[in-house]
Structure formats: structure tokens, C-alpha cells
């Protein structure tokens, strides 16, 4: 392609978006809300992950061992375990007796050793390793593994919280990909009417470009060049927006609702940008390419 | 240059808009196609600019047979042919220099060509003057020679004049016809369409006349009898 056909080609399609100021408008903001509205959705269920994720960070398998084990077969299985084919492992650590002992003593008894005398006799042999995965919803795999080491008495696990876990992160990929895809739906449907309203406008230009040799893409190119900055603008002003929001609202929540402060950690509006950015512009671009491509290729034969 | 052989459309089946034509024009010629309305006449037309197939027959154009003009190679095919319409068609909201412009950028020419070409063409047919003036700003006769000077800047061997004269008066009439044939002299094929029957006998050129799609008399130097 020539350079002056390529420029000529951007110059039409902003001019096509002149021409149609009120339709290129509509479509602008409706783009811009629904970029805006997946930009929400996706900072939220970020978020929510994130959440999710401490949480799951602090779901451990216990697994006692046997209290014969010297402290090299403790080594051994401690390896066993992290090296284990069914589930990746985050952190496995070694408790041993007195410290399982201490930690009840801290956590149950306020510390005091008094009070918690006579409970020593059932924490006898309880050294342990407190098991903590990257995927909670491998836990039950994990557990039938270590169920079947050597060296292994009993395996303690959270079942409940784990299933509950994992059926929240399912849940948030099912809405996450169904309000996606309505929100690509819908600003597919009002690029393709702006489109098709600029093809409506020009259709005698058109059959004389055609009649004196324009080829396809010198036809289709303004409307596609329209249809790309449509989603262009229409996907940077609410990135823009949701960049100052974000902050804001992080700030807000944070200096207002203390006692959130061990429930919820924000994820910084940095590390939300670093896929919400690239995503919402190719989101934006991407549906302003197809709507136009979509209608050119119904209206037009071209 | 133009061929036509047993060459027939059918719109409706059993109806045929054209019907069995064979004719050829060579390189060079003036011709008029005349006949009444639904003679078949504008049919041609659109066959010959490939927008429309034929039912049957072949039509072979600078030796190329349009049949086997792709889809994808349609454009290349019409670069080499200018046309004219009665309704001018041109572009409402650009001026004079923008419309005979825009089929050079169709072309995908270069700026530099375009800025030396357009004048020249509109030079040529005698609106050098009036280039900054939008189509509403000018006669019909005026118009009709933008859309000239818009069909044959990019040079056609062969230039289509659908009823050119149609819209215009009997003076505006004779100054297109008398600049399609000094385009002719020039080298270009031209192949006009018309009803005026007055231009027709007066330019004594070549007549192809048509009914109901058939070919019923082709005449050198033809014209009715006064």
C-alpha cells in the first residue's frame, strides 16, 4: 500500500466519523461504558481473587507422622512431599511436638502454660507437617497421595473450605466470561450501526468508487479506520477514568473502613493496569475492527 | 477492442434484455448505441463494466475475456475504462478538483501525479478555472464535464458515456458531444449511448440501434434520413 493511500485511506475514516458526529458519538459512549463497565467487573473479580487467593494461601493439610522417624527420614519425607507428582506445594513445614504444644499453648491458653496443663498428654506424637498448596482444589489428591506414604499416621484437611474455594474461583470464571462476552456482544452491535449508517450515507460514493476501480480495500478501509477509532477512543476514556476512580476508591475504603484492613487487601491500581490496559484497548480496537468488518461484509459487495 | 459474441441477458427467465448480440468496435471508433427505452441499451453498459454477467455469449474487452475477470481482479479490469453517466454522479460535498482527484487516489496514485494531472485534465475540458467550485455551483453542463474530466484522468482506453447528454440542454448537448469527440481524436474509444437522435444524425459516426435486445441495424457514418 502506498503511503499517500494509507494516509488518504485514515483521513477518510476521520472524516467518516465527522460526517456521522451524532452516530460516532453514541457509538463513542456506549463503547466507553461498556469498556468502563468491564473494567469495573474486572478490578472486582481481581480483587475478589485476590482475596480468594489469601484465603486459599491459608488452607493447610495437616499430615502426622509417625513418631519413630529419625530426623533424616523426616528429611526425606518432607522432600516426598514437596516433590510430589499430584499437587504444586507452596510451603511444607515441619511442626515438631513441643512446638505444635507451644502454638496451642499461645493460640488457646493466651500463653499461659498453667491453664493449659493436662492437655500436654494429647499433643503427645503430634509432630506434623502443615502442608499449604497453590491450588486448593488439588487438596483431595494430595491427601489420597499422602495417605499412602510411608511414615505418614493420619492426614488432617479442611474439605469444606476447600470445595467452597475452589467453587467460588469457578464461579467468578463463569460470570467473568459470561459478562464479557454480553458486554463484546453489545458494543459489536453499535459499532456495526455506525458503520452501517456511514455505508448508508455514502452509498453512491461508494458505487462510483467501485465503478472507476477502487479495489475491496480502498473501499472497506475509512469504514474500518472508523470502526478501529471509535473503539480506540472509546476504550481510553474510560481507562483514563477508572485509573483516577481506582486510586480514589482505594484511598477512600482504606481511610474509612479500618476493620476491612485483615480482610481485604487491595491490589495496586499498577499491577489492575498492567492487563486491564493492554486487554481494554485490544478489547476496544478489536471490537471497533470486527463491528465494521461485520457490516462491510453484510452491506457491501464489494 | 470491444467484442460481443451471441451475447444475450436474461433479468427473468424467458425474458431476455439482451438477446443473441455479436457485434465488434475497434480501437479507436466513436459509436453510438441507440434504441428505445428497454432496448437492452444501458444492459450493455452494465455488462461491459462487468457489474452484471451475462445469461450466455462471451465478451472479450482489450483482447481479455471478462469471464475470467476475477472478483479480486474486477477493479484493475474498470481502471481501463472511464465512465459517464447521465446523472454526472459526482461527489456532492467535495469540489471539482476533489471529485477528478478521487479517482486518481482510487488508483492509488501518487500526490505528485495527482497535482499534475488534474489540472490537466480539467484544462482539457475547459474548467481549469472553476476547480475550487462545488458540483452545486455549476451548470449541468458543467458537471457533465467533471465527471469527463473524472473518467478519463486516469487515462481509459476506452471511455462509456451512458446518456450524457441526457439532462442537458440543446447547446450544453452539443459542447459534450463535441468534447467526447475531440477525447476520440485523441485515441480513446468511445462508446455513447443516447436517445438524441439530433446528435446522432448530425455527427454521422457509427450506429448501433437496438430493440428489444437485438441488434436490428449497424451502420457506418448512420443517422436517420432527413
Not at chain 1, 456511514?198 to 453512491?204: H, L, N, P, T, Y
Not at chain 2, 479517482?103 to 501518487?110: E, F, G, L, P, T
Request: hydrophobic share 45%.
Amino acid at each position: 500500500m502506498k503511503i499517500s493511500a494509507f494516509f488518504y485511506t485514515l483521513k477518510q475514516g476521520c472524516k467518516n466519523i465527522m460526517r456521522n458526529k451524532m452516530f460516532s458519538i453514541a457509538s463513542i459512549a456506549t463503547m466507553a461504558a461498556c469498556i468502563f463497565m468491564f473494567g469495573i467487573f474486572y478490578s472486582v473479580v481481581i480483587n475478589f481473587q485476590n482475596v480468594v487467593q489469601n484465603v486459599e494461601s491459608g488452607v493447610a493439610v495437616t499430615a502426622f507422622i509417625d513418631g519413630d522417624l529419625t530426623d533424616e527420614q523426616i528429611d526425606q519425607l518432607q522432600q516426598e512431599i514437596e516433590n510430589n507428582p499430584v499437587a504444586k506445594i507452596s510451603k511444607c513445614d515441619f511442626v515438631t511436638a513441643e512446638e505444635a504444644w507451644q502454638d496451642v499453648v499461645d493460640n488457646y491458653f493466651d500463653g499461659d502454660e498453667e491453664m493449659a496443663e493436662g492437655f500436654e498428654e494429647a499433643l503427645a506424637e503430634s509432630e506434623h507437617f502443615d502442608i499449604y498448596m497453590e491450588d486448593v482444589s488439588t487438596q483431595s489428591e494430595l491427601v489420597s497421595y499422602l495417605e499412602g506414604l510411608d511414615g505418614i499416621r493420619e492426614v488432617n484437611q479442611s474439605e469444606m473450605a476447600a470445595n467452597v474455594l475452589t467453587d467460588a474461583n469457578r464461579l467468578i470464571g463463569y460470570v467473568s466470561i459470561a459478562i464479557i462476552a454480553i458486554l463484546v456482544c453489545v458494543a459489536v452491535f453499535l459499532i456495526s450501526n455506525t458503520v452501517n449508517t456511514g455505508i448508508s450515507v455514502r452509498k453512491e460514493e461508494i458505487a462510483i468508487m467501485k465503478l472507476i476501480g477502487a479495489t475491496d480495500f480502498f473501499v472497506r478501509g475509512p469504514f474500518i479506520v472508523e470502526g478501529i477509532l471509535i473503539g480506540l477512543i472509546g476504550s481510553v476514556i474510560p481507562l483514563a477514568v477508572l485509573y483516577s476512580l481506582y486510586e480514589k476508591i482505594i484511598g477512600y475504603v482504606g481511610d474509612k473502613f479500618h476493620f476491612l484492613d485483615n480482610m481485604l487487601t487491595f491490589v495496586p491500581v499498577n499491577s489492575i493496569f498492567k492487563i486491564l490496559l493492554p486487554v481494554g484497548l485490544i478489547l476496544g480496537v478489536g471490537i471497533g475492527y470486527i463491528g465494521s468488518r461485520v457490516t462491510l461484509h453484510r452491506h457491501l459487495n464489494v | 477492442m470491444i467484442t460481443l459474441e451471441h451475447v444475450s441477458k436474461e433479468y427473468v427467465e424467458g425474458v431476455p434484455a439482451l438477446n443473441d448480440v455479436s457485434l465488434n468496435i475497434e480501437a479507436g471508433e466513436f459509436v453510438f448505441i441507440v434504441g428505445d427505452s428497454g432496448s437492452g441499451k444501458s444492459t450493455m453498459i452494465k455488462l461491459l463494466l462487468k457489474e452484471l454477467e451475462p445469461t450466455s455469449g462471451k465478451l472479450i474487452i482489450n483482447k481479455k475475456e471478462l469471464a475470467k475477470v476475477n472478483h479480486r481482479n474486477i477493479p484493475y479490469y474498470r481502471r481501463n475504462i472511464g465512465c459517464v453517466f447521465q446523472d454526472f454522479r459526482l461527489l456532492k460535498d467535495r469540489n471539482v478538483y476533489e471529485n477528478v482527484a478521487f479517482a486518481q487516489r482510487v488508483i492509488s496514485a501518487s500526490n505528485r501525479s495527482i497535482k499534475l494531472n488534474v489540472p490537466k485534465i480539467l484544462s482539457l475540458v475547459g474548467l481549469a478555472a472553476k476547480y475550487r467550485s462545488k458540483p452545486s455551483e455549476l451548470s449541468g453542463g458543467e458537471q457533465q464535464r467533471v465527471a469527463i474530466a473524472r473518467a478519463l484522468v486516469n487515462e481509459p482506453k476506452i471511455l462509456l458515456a451512458d446518456e450524457p447528454t441526457g439532462n442537458l440542454d440543446g447547446h450544453n448537448a452539443w459542447e459534450i458531444m463535441k468534447l467526447l469527440e475531440e477525447i476520440n481524436e485523441r485515441g480513446t474509444t468511445v462508446l455513447v449511448v443516447t436517445h438524441n437522435m439530433d446528435i446522432v444524425n448530425a455527427m454521422k459516426k457509427r450506429v448501433i440501434t437496438l430493440k428489444k435486445g437485438v441488434v436490428v441495424s449497424d451502420e457506418q457514418m448512420g443517422g436517420e434520413e432527413e
